[in-house]
């Protein structure tokens, strides 16, 4: 806020407000221009009260002291159209949606149009669509605005060109909400060199309006899995923000919020944890204080990194921290459909489905199925609304519900939703393989999982060769971003082929994908020690059903180093599968017949199985009781060993 211009403003409307009737009608147009400026200042500041305050009294002033109907309705329709874009900030839709109307309605009483204008007033109404998920009428209202911003672009002003570049940006953003990525980079481009010229030549005024391009850009590429340029972008945006912070706190403060929210989505991608965790507090901090002052502003933001904290949480197995994240996600989510169920139903969607996933995790079927439909039938009503836009996420839920029914041994049920999937993916993979290429890849893998559960081999090795084609081409063109999922195609090719007792070739794609998660987890152990440790959990009863002991205890021993670590450090995330390994080894033990070994082994196992039991007893009683069972024939094998 330019506290001396705001000041002299304030201190030039007293003066006017004192003078007679007569004489403050004669300076009308500058009253209105006080109140205007006045309101605008308020309004890049951030103070939404203030500038609505500043905004309507303007309206009022106008009509209490205009001498004629027909005088000031350019004034008025600018003053409506600003308080538009302040309700649509706060996220009041109705009542942006009856300024911006009645804006649209006094301009056509002009006697001459107003290019800009007009286009201002359908720049507003097509961002009040699109957060509104109305696609077609979104579209109509910003090609227009394109359309009228670029003839008044044709007289190049500073101003011109700033409004164009933010209609550009807005209808870039529609074009990703439909997923036509590529015309989305197209219009974020020209905005993006638009507002970095302007903000080489005018930085104080659009350095904001360029941080604001590199966000949008940095989505873009993030959502095209290209990482490095996502980080650029991001980082860049976030750079000019904290100096716009560190000159004006209240005016950016959530903008420098939502690059944080930025930053940290990207490096919970990239497995950076420790970085993702600091930047989603930093988020967290200033959006819970913000939507105390602004709670329609400011609660869907608080609500996503509510959520994504759940999903950072998530990824680390801290299943208790994550499941109180979404949870609270969900109760917020669920406030904000109550108010606007065209927005924010889809948020809605994603948390019940991260939720679910946790619940299915935690053999919580019940509740991961309830959460599940709830998602699905939101992402149904959606993807019948517009196919374009959210059939991408139908799929995303028809594919949890496969795995949900996997996991549960409905074998048909699963197949029919993952072949569905499969059908949806291959069709958004042809318009966009880019975006849709790998989780193509991912549900043909989901599918082939299935088939191999049902022992239909030779129709899941169709399945996870071309999951792993596409995979190999797309890990030969991005490694960084592609190298885990392929490590799991060769995982998945390794278990097939051990079951088609094809034990050379397992052990060739089990050493694969060995190899490719070495190297991730040197560079980043917390993501990846844990898949690594389960392939060489499978190398380790490949080569123990070879008769390869030593080998096969190699791979067990350094298996064990790796899960005893996780589970010291996350107990409810590792420890059954800690015990699982332990249990492994001490069946490779007793072949061995190295029974003292086998013993200490089923005791460690037998402890890790009742600690589970305790919380859990319908899933791990009958381990303990197997793991009992073991114990009591290792100890007569003990006793007949000492009596020979």
């Known amino acids: 806020m330019k ?113 800009l204008l007009s286009a201002k007033v359908q720049h507003n109404l097509g961002r009040l669509y699109l957060k509104l998920n109305k696609f077609d009428p979104a579209e109509k209202c910003l090609n227009r605005a394109l359309s009228e911003k670029r003839k008044a672009a044709s007289e190049i002003t500073q101003e011109n060109l700033a409004e164009l570049s933010r209609t550009l940006a807005v209808f870039a953003s529609f074009k990703t909400a439909i997923n036509e990525f590529d015309e989305a980079e197209k219009y974020y481009q020209e905005a993006l060199d638009i507002t970095e010229e302007l903000a080489r030549e005018n930085p104080n005024e659009y350095m904001y309006d360029l941080s604001r391009n590199l966000i949008d850009m940095g989505s873009l590429h993030k959502s095209m899995n290209r990482l490095e340029e996502a980080h650029k972008c991001f980082q860049n945006a976030f750079d000019i923000r904290k100096k716009l912070y560190e000159d004006k706190p209240t005016a950016y403060l959530p903008d420098l919020g939502a690059s944080y929210i930025s930053l940290g989505n990207l490096k919970n991608t990239l497995k950076d944890f420790k970085k993702a965790e600091e930047y989603y507090q930093k988020a967290f901090d200033i959006f819970n204080e913000l939507k105390n002052k602004y709670p329609s502003a400011y609660l869907p933001r608080f609500a996503m990194v509510v959520n994504n904290l759940g999903n950072l949480y998530s990824e680390l197995g801290k299943t208790q921290e994550a499941h109180r994240n979404y949870e609270k996600a969900l109760v917020l989510y669920r406030e904000l459909v109550e108010k606007s169920p065209d927005t924010y139903s889809y948020n809605l969607a994603i948390t019940l489905d991260h939720l679910g996933t946790l619940q299915r995790d935690l053999k919580e079927f019940e509740e991961a199925r309830v959460l599940y439909e709830e998602a699905l039938e939101i992402r149904k009503k959606l993807a019948n609304e517009n196919l374009k836009a959210f059939l991408s996420d139908f799929t995303i839920s028809l594919n949890n519900m496969g795995n949900l029914y996997l996991s549960k041994n409905e074998f048909y049920r699963a197949r029919q939703l993952y072949k569905e999937a499969v059908d949806s993916y291959r069709t958004l993979a042809k318009k966009n393989p880019r975006i849709y290429l790998s989780q193509l890849a991912k549900a043909l893998n989901n599918l082939g999982n299935l088939q191999r559960d049902l022992k239909e081999f030779e129709e899941a090795r169709v399945l996870y060769e071309e999951a792993h084609t596409i995979r190999e081409k797309l890990a030969g063109e991005n490694p960084s971003v592609y190298l885990p999922d392929l490590a799991v195609s060769y995982n998945n090719l390794g278990i097939l082929a051990w079951d088609l007792n094809m034990p050379e070739k397992a052990g060739q794609y089990y050493q694969e994908c060995i190899k490719i998660r070495r190297k991730l987890a040197g560079e980043n152990p917390a993501a990846y020690l844990p898949k690594l440790a389960l392939t060489l959990n499978n190398l380790a009863a490949l080569l123990d059903d070879l008769n390869m002991f030593e080998e096969s205890t190699a791979c067990y021993l350094e298996c064990l180093e790796i899960k005893r670590k996780l589970a010291g450090e996350n107990p409810s995330a590792y420890k059954s599968s800690l015990a699982s390994s332990v249990y492994n080894f001490a069946i490779l033990q007793i072949k061995q017949k190295d029974y003292i070994k086998a013993h200490d082994s089923l005791e460690e196992c037998l402890e890790l199985y009742e600690s589970l039991a305790e919380k859990h007893p319908q899933f791990y009683e009958e381990d303990v009781n197997r793991i009992k069972k073991n114990l009591s024939v290792i100890k007569e094998l003990l006793q007949l060993q000492n009596e020979d």
């Open 3 to 115: 506290n001396s211009e705001k000041e002299q403003l304030q201190k030039e409307l007293e003066k006017y407000k004192s003078h007679s009737r007569d004489d403050f009608i004669t300076n009308l147009s500058r009253v209105t221009n006080i109140l205007f400026k006045l309101g605008d200042l308020e309004h890049k500041s951030k103070n939404y009260s203030e500038a609505r305050k500043c905004f309507e009294e303007n309206l009022e002033t106008i009509e209490n002291f205009r001498q004629h109907p027909s005088e000031y309705i350019s004034e008025l329709a600018t003053t409506h159209n600003m308080l538009g874009e302040i309700m649509l900030d706060l996220n009041e839709f109705n009542k942006a949606k009856a300024h911006i109307n009645k804006a649209g309605e006094l301009i056509e009483n002009l006697p001459e149009k107003d290019v």
